[in-house]
Each structure stands twice: as structure tokens, then as C-alpha cells.
């Protein structure tokens, strides 16, 4: 099977500020994707490489085979990729049905009904929530949200930047059980970046991990979770 994406000998960053060197990797359609590494390291860097939002100097980013390297985010969302970033991924001062509408404004009038009625059938929680402001939401269901809006646009690939930060462990907890269910109901490949290495790495089939902008590990997600090095001495796992 061919691969999603594939990224090859990127060197990325901002302006003149290089965060990514030569980093490669290849993600398998629905596949939970995993990218962990110290603070620092980079792995935001790389969902916004992806994304469009950085400025690469050098290396390939294919999409279903198509070349997307340099392609402006709007573009970029287009064939498919859904990026939703830790923060400012909904409208806060807008109502929760407002910000649903806003993510089918593109979309016939009849068919933006239809994709917000089956967002609200899979996330009934939001039903109660239609007329408050995003603003008051708890950070879970501000998460939801934002996994709501995405889903309205039918992505087949979906990256999620941190999606458990500052969340109680329960909460998290339900976060990443909604991911996998998009994956395994929905059929859409995840790349995921999440601060709970030990938990994303349980849930993930492959995983990078990234230090210093550069490619330490890459291949099975439970090899490097098992790792008798690797997992200790950068992301605080214990043997």
C-alpha cells in the first residue's frame, strides 16, 4: 500500500531560524502516526511544515503522491489535510453553531446542513452548547470542537498538535479515545503530536522521534515505547 505522505529530507524553519533537519518519514493511510520528543525538539515544527506554515529550504512533501512542498495552507487543506493547532483552533468570541457554520462556508447550503448534522450526531455533547460562546466551553469540548469543524470538510489525513495539553488525565483520556475512534470509524489517518509520550506511543502504530530538529528514531511505535534507551533519556520513560 502507498504511503499517505510522505516527507523527505526536509529542512524547515522560520525565516532564517532552520528547526528541521533532513527528517524523513512516510505514513501509512489510517495509521495513527505518532511524533515525540523533547520540548524543543520540533515536532510542531514539522506539523507546520506539512501545513504550509513554515518555510522550507530544502527536501519533498507528497500528498497521495502529489506534491505539495511550498503550497500554501488554504491549498494544502484542500486535498484533504485538516491541521488543528494547540490553541486559537476555534473561534472564541463566536457561538458553537457559528463556529460550525464558519467551517462550512464553503460548502452548497444543503450540503453544509447535512455535514453539521452528522458532526452533532457524533459529538452530541455540543448539541446542548449550539447557542453558548466557544469562549465558555471547557478545554475538552473546545478540543471536540475543533475535531467538529475539521471533520465537517471530510478530511483523510488530520494532524493534531498537542491536542491533551493542560487537560485534566480524564479528559485527555477522552480526547485520545475520540482520535482513535477517527481512525477506526472514520477511516482517517492521524499524526499526532502529544505531550503524554508514554500514552501516544501505546495508541500509535508508527512513531518519529525527533531531538534537536533531527530524526533519532523512526519505525514501530511499541519498539521505541519498549526502547531501553531511546524512551529514557529523551522522553522521561522509565524501564
Known amino acids: 500500500m502507498a504511503p499517505i505522505l510522505e516527507v523527505d529530507g526536509i529542512d524547515a524553519g522560520y525565516g532564517k531560524l532552520q528547526i528541521l533537519f533532513n527528517v524523513s518519514m512516510e505514513v501509512e ?4 502516526f505518532v511524533i515525540v520528543g523533547p520540548n524543543g525538539s520540533g515536532k510542531s515544527t514539522l506539523l507546520k511544515t506539512i501545513f504550509g506554515l513554515t518555510k522550507i529550504y530544502k527536501g519533498s512533501i507528497k500528498f497521495e503522491g502529489e506534491e505539495i512542498t511550498g503550497k500554501p495552507p488554504h491549498d494544502i487543506a484542500k486535498t484533504g489535510v485538516a491541521y488543528l493547532p494547540q490553541t ?15 467551517a462550512a462556508y464553503t460548502l452548497p447550503s444543503d450540503l453544509a446542513e447535512e455535514r453539521i448534522s452528522e458532526v452533532l450526531d457524533r459529538f452530541s455533547l455540543l448539541k446542548a452548547r449550539l447557542k453558548d460562546k466557544a469562549m465558555t466551553l471547557s478545554g475538552g469540548q473546545r478540543q471536540i470542537l475543533a475535531m467538529a469543524m475539521s471533520l465537517i470538510r471530510k478530511p483523510k489525513l488530520m494532524l493534531f498538535d498537542e491536542p491533551t495539553a493542560a487537560l485534566a488525565p480524564k479528559l485527555a483520556a477522552e480526547i485520545l479515545k475520540e482520535i482513535i475512534k477517527l481512525r477506526d470509524e472514520l477511516g482517517i489517518t492521524i499524526i499526532l503530536v502529544e505531550q503524554n509520550a508514554k500514552k501516544a506511543l501505546q495508541m500509535g502504530d508508527k512513531a ?4 534537536g ?6 519505525g514501530q511505535a511499541r519498539e521505541l515505547l519498549e526502547h531501553p534507551e531511546l524512551g529514557t ?3 522521561g520513560l522509565k524501564k
Open 88 to 102: 486559537d483552533n476555534i473561534f472564541a468570541q463566536l457561538t458553537v453553531m457559528e463556529n460550525l457554520k464558519m
Open 208 to 211: 518519529l522521534l525527533l531531538v
Open 213 to 218: 530538529g533531527r530524526v533519532m528514531y523512526r
Open 29 to 32: 493511510p489510517k495509521d495513527i
Open 233 to 235: 533519556l529523551y522522553l
